[in-house]
């Protein structure tokens, strides 16, 4: 594989080229980075499910350039999820939708539902246009880590997950660090009311605005839509996390810039405000991983926003495993 640090428009049209020819190419997201394959090409598919050491009955999201390819993927698709494509799209936000026979049980791991996204990150939407300039339709991509592991917010961070894995003919992009830092929103969009499955940068509060509805949140104890996302132990470091203890010496703390650092622990993160927190604490489980800690003490945000998806991924990395 190769990487490609200066993201010129030949470099993505090359790597628009890979993902035709039934290669795979990483590439940067508003969110985290993705690994991407042409999401009609079964083999395509199956080597993601591969690289990621991750069980296919559980589906990917397909992202697309905008909103008018929308409806080659999904049928019967609500007004409030149209509301809300026309509000959040291009960004953080993944909408699960009733599928069309283009959709085959290979994305969707069996499920009669497909995951939509349009992405904001210029890189990712520049190569989504190349790639359906190209004849392309969708392409599929989960976060370009290994299955259970953290999310990659760096091209760093994916070469350190994947490049073990990945073949010659594979691509990356580099497009530097992703500014949101954690995996988009979604919500199931199959019901009369939307569902969010997986809080994000699009909050609760602002699908309410748009709506002028509330908007249910998932309970994921009492899940029944497959998704490993959901998982109770996910997103997580090789430390254990502890959540709001007191920090021992030679363990790691994350913590808003506020909270001073107890002697003798290790800062990995000290983010000013709730953004930043979720732009940081990703590289920060990582950036322990490579010191080698065993502990992390972290003390989460406050508040609703974007810092409660902050604390389902805090949630998810500190269950025991
Ligand atoms: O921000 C993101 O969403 C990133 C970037 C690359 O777009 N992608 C990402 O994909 O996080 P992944 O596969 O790592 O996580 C997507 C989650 C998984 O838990 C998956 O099972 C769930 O979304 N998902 C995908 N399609 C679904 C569907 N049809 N129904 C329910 N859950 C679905
Ligand atoms: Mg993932």
Redesign the pocket.
Known sequence: MSITSNCTKAAIKDAAATLIKGDLVAFP?E????LGADATNEEAIKKIYTVKGRPTT????V?ISSLENLDKWARDIPEYAIKLARAFWPG?M?L?LARTDLAKDFI?GG?D???I?V?SHTVALTLLKEFESLGGLGVA???ANRFGSV?PTSITAVEIELADYLSMNDKFLDGGTCLVGI??T?INCTQSIPTI??PGAVSAEMITQILGLPVKSLNTKHNQ??????LESHYSPKAKIFLNGTPVAGAGLIALHSFKTPIGVIRLASPRDNEDYARSLYKAFRLADSKKLEKIFVIPPTGDGIAVAINDRLAKSAFEK
């Open positions: 997201t969110t985290v980075y993705g559980h589906p990917l999201i992202h953080p993944t699960i969707t499920q539902n497909v995951g996204r992405p991509a989960p976060s999310s995996e988009s979604i499955l997986r839509v497959h998704a490993p996302g959901m």
